[in-house]
């Protein structure tokens, strides 16, 4: 398995959606803040809106656009020119999914709202290094054919709505969320954080090493071997690139395996802290409480 999908795994995510909007002329739709664990999207399917989050620059979307809010950011939704008449809002269901409305006529917007969940302690090393709005544009995504792919599938199938459409459009919601993480991360060859490191060819190849045999003492010079670079220019390279050091980096994923199978098993503490590294009990704890905050037995009882 790669290290995205591994990292994905350990997250545990799901994705749903929620409403679809379809409005025209003014409105605004103000969204608070997501509780812990929840990743909000939007999808635009047709039209324009403008998407302010709190704090930040507006930003102006198209069809094809995506923004995400990996930590529930509160933001607002609204027409693009800003208007200061705006007709109510109304519920209805267009047998796929819960509808608002403001208008009778055409739609000017046409936009899928949902939420990606995930285990808030096993997706913190994915999701740590990504900002408070993710914004993607097929416009802007050279060769994300995939991506392009994807959402003029789940435009299709949202509009057809033929029997089985949810399932398969939320379905999809969980490859939207794959594709766009990768497109961040190929998105700038400048910007840092763990995704850019997976999409690096030779950094990414450490990664996934140490992603597979968690329990191994890596040296830089394994890593450096496995990465085709000297033990000095690899640590200057993944630590530019990552934000953190190897060693940082190799613990902290041991962490999230290890906060995984504690959920997922019923084994003893001390022989999931070998799984991934420790050979002592009481070192794999003091470490597990030093990067999740709670004892392994405590965090078993808070979030199984």
């Not at 519920?91 to 899928?112: M, Q, S, T």
């Not at 990768?182 to 400048?190: E, F, I, K, S, T």
Request: glycine content about 10%; proline content about 5%; some cysteine.
């Amino acid at each position: 398995m790669d290290a995205l999908s591994r990292l994905i795994q350990l997250a545990q995510l799901q994705g749903n959606l929620d409403v679809r909007c379809q409005f025209a002329g003014g409105f605004a739709v103000d969204h608070g803040e997501a509780p812990r664990g929840e990743a909000l999207f939007h999808l635009v399917l047709d039209g324009g809106c403008a998407v302010e989050p709190a704090g930040e620059t507006p930003l102006l979307l198209e069809a094809g656009d995506l923004v995400m809010f990996p930590h529930g950011a509160p933001h607002l939704v609204r027409d693009l020119a800003g208007s200061a008449s705006r007709a109510p809002v109304r519920y209805e269901h267009d047998g796929l999914l819960p509808l608002r409305r403001n208008a009778d006529g055409p739609a000017e917007l046409d936009l899928l709202c949902g939420r990606f969940r995930y285990a808030p302690a096993s997706a913190s090393l994915l999701l740590s290094t990504l900002p408070a709005t993710l914004k993607v544009s097929l416009r802007d995504s050279a060769g994300l054919d995939a991506l392009q792919a994807l959402v003029a599938l789940m435009r299709h199938e949202a509009g057809q709505r033929q029997p089985g459409a949810l399932a398969v459009v939320t379905a999809l919601t969980h490859a939207l969320f794959a594709l766009a993480l990768r497109a961040y991360a190929a998105g700038d060859a400048q910007r840092s954080g763990l995704l850019p490191l997976l999409a690096d060819a030779r950094l990414g190849a450490a990664m996934q090493a140490m992603l597979a045999d968690p329990a191994r003492n890596w040296t830089l010079e394994e890593l450096g071997r496995v990465a085709a670079m000297s033990r000095a220019s690899f640590a200057r390279h993944f630590g530019e690139r990552a934000g953190m050091t190897p060693g940082e980096c190799l613990a902290r994923l041991r962490m999230q395996i290890a906060g995984d199978l504690l959920l997922r098993t019923r084994r003893r503490t001390g022989d999931i802290g070998q799984d991934v590294g420790y050979q002592s009990e009481a070192a794999f704890g003091k470490a597990f409480r030093h990067y999740m905050g709670s004892t392994p037995a405590r965090f078993r009882r808070e979030h199984a």
